[in-house]
Antibody, heavy 119, light 111 residues
Framework: QVQLQQWGAGLLKPSETLSLTCAVSGGSLSGYHWSWIRQPPGKGLEWIGEINHSGSANYHLSLESRATIALDTSKNEFSLRLNSVTAADTAVYFC?????????????WGQGALVTVSS | QSVLTQPPSASAAPGQKVTISCSGSSSDIGKNYVSWYQHLPGAPPKLLIYENDKRPSGIPDRFSGSKSGTSATLAITGLQPGDEADYYCGTWGDYLTALWVFGGGTKVTVL
């Protein structure tokens, strides 16, 4: 079955760039879209953005000036970069598969990664 | 502030039923399918319901979903201690602000 394994730096200083990668195993990137979602401490889930298997991405309006989601089809991975981070970007970050053409839901999730921004 | 509105909390005794509402608008829930997610501490969210009322393989039929107009509801019957978690609704957004939106989440407590 399809599994998502994510990793990246967990502690950043303000103004640095957040970088996370999510590897897809047991399946292909094709046919699905791939999302990044975060949960700040004590708050709910916030959708960051998504990318399709062709590399076309969409972002939450509040983050699109700082976020970049990319695809590496050779490695079956996708990634998130968020530049100029502040304390407000402290959150658990999840990668997830978005069933865009059927089911219309996030059906598979990565394990999550805590990213803390602190000076 | 979330686009979709959920009550912050809900509770019921073991074996009883709890329902969670998710209120949106004609731009999101009104014209799109709704999905529901269970989020236990320390674990990733888990898909419970998709396309308003369908359960993925392995999800017990104690969990059910429905949608009417611009609102959706998740019902959990035969409540168990292991059901104590945060529950989120989600659907497509207005494409201007966000392609996808979540509710603010509802903390379910088993009394």
């Amino acid at each position: 079955q399809v599994q998502l394994q994510q990793w990246g730096a967990g502690l950043l200083k303000p103004s640095e760039t957040l970088s996370l990668t999510c590897a897809v195993s047991g399946g292909s990137l094709s046919g699905y879209h791939w999302s990044w979602i975060r949960q700040p401490p004590g708050k709910g889930l916030e959708w960051i953005g998504e990318i399709n298997h062709s590399g076309s991405a969409n972002y939450h309006l509040s983050l699109e000036s700082r976020a970049t989601i990319a695809l590496d089809t050779s490695k079956n991975e996708f990634s998130l970069r968020l530049n100029s981070v502040t304390a407000a970007d402290t959150a658990v970050y999840f990668c997830a598969r978005l069933a865009f053409w059927s089911e219309y839901c996030h059906d598979i999730w990565g394990q999550g990664a805590l990213v803390t921004v602190s000076s | 502030q979330s686009v979709l509105t959920q009550p912050p909390s809900a509770s019921a005794a073991p074996g009883q039923k709890v329902t969670i509402s998710c209120s949106g608008s004609s731009s999101d829930i009104g014209k799109n399918y709704v999905s529901w997610y269970q989020h236990l501490p320390g674990a990733p969210p888990k898909l419970l319901i998709y396309e308003n009322d369908k359960r993925p393989s392995g999800i017990p039929d104690r969990f059910s979903g429905s949608k009417s107009g611009t609102s959706a509801t998740l019902a959990i019957t035969g409540l168990q201690p292991g059901d104590e978690a945060d529950y989120y609704c989600g659907t497509w957004g207005d494409y201007l602000t966000a392609l996808w939106v979540f509710g603010g989440g509802t903390k379910v407590t088993v009394l």
